[in-house]
């Protein structure tokens, strides 16, 4: 469990301690033991099963694919995956190669609705870059209309592997991948994803072993 839910859960308890001493009316308290719970359960982290294998670009999120498409970019052709998080998906976000970090890009922004294209330019957002043996892929926390708070523990320079712990993102938001053009899509619109689990992509066709 990410440390943020036992703040928050002991924070409501105590509030429900507090309301019971001070009124003993049971249902007054159930509202902050309510959230308490369901803080607990929101700053899950569970573990997890990482495919191995070469050339597997694995999701760094939980959520829902929304785009899924080839696009033009300044560098060249990309595979882009857009993955929307709803506040019942886990929140812990993963990295999808392995690799060096070359960019950790943070900029501030508005907190419009994820699913909304237009997020991934306008809303508070942290953009990294990993450079691996076989391929360099770019992907973007953003923030949603909920979400506040994007926690990125990447710096440049620190070398990772696939599905690696690198931070979350505080309810509902979202995640755009950036793969080569040429890696072979695993993923279409509308596919469940988990978070350093799932592979969207695949350098020579494969999925992976789990």
């Known amino acids: 469990m990410v440390k943020d839910g036992i703040w928050y859960g002991l924070g409501l308890s105590v509030v ?5 001493v001070l009124t003993g009316v049971p249902w007054l308290i159930v509202p902050p033991l309510a959230l308490a719970i369901f803080a607990l359960w929101f ?3 569970p ?3 990482i495919p191995t294998g070469p050339g597997l670009i694995v999701s760094p999120a939980d959520g829902v694919v929304t785009e899924a498409e ?12 857009s993955i929307f998080l709803n506040v019942f998906n886990v929140h812990v976000n993963r990295v999808p190669i392995s690799g ?5 890009d943070y900029r501030k922004g508005a ?11 306008e809303n508070e957002q942290t953009m990294i ?7 360099e892929v770019s992907f973007k926390q953003i923030a949603g209309l909920i979400a506040r708070r994007i926690v990125c523990n990447l710096k440049e320079g620190d070398q990772v592997t696939r599905g690696q712990r690198m931070g979350m993102i505080k309810f509902g938001s979202r995640c ?21 689990v799932t592979v969207l992509g695949s350098l020579d066709g494969g999925h992976g072993d789990n």
Request: charged share 20%; proline share 3%; aromatic share 6%.
């Open 70 to 81: 080839w696009i033009e970019t300044t560098a060249g052709g990309r595979l882009r995956v």
């Open 100 to 104: 060096t970090v070359t960019v950790v």
């Open 43 to 45: 700053f899950r982290d």
């Open 47 to 49: 573990e997890r099963n």
């Open 176 to 196: 755009d991948v950036l793969m080569p053009a040429e890696a072979s899509l695993q993923v279409k619109i509308g596919t469940r994803v988990i978070g350093g």
């Open 16 to 20: 429900a301690a507090v309301l019971w």
């Open 111 to 121: 907190f419009v609705n994820a699913g909304r294209p237009s997020s991934a330019i």
């Open 129 to 135: 870059v990993i450079a691996g043996e076989e391929c």
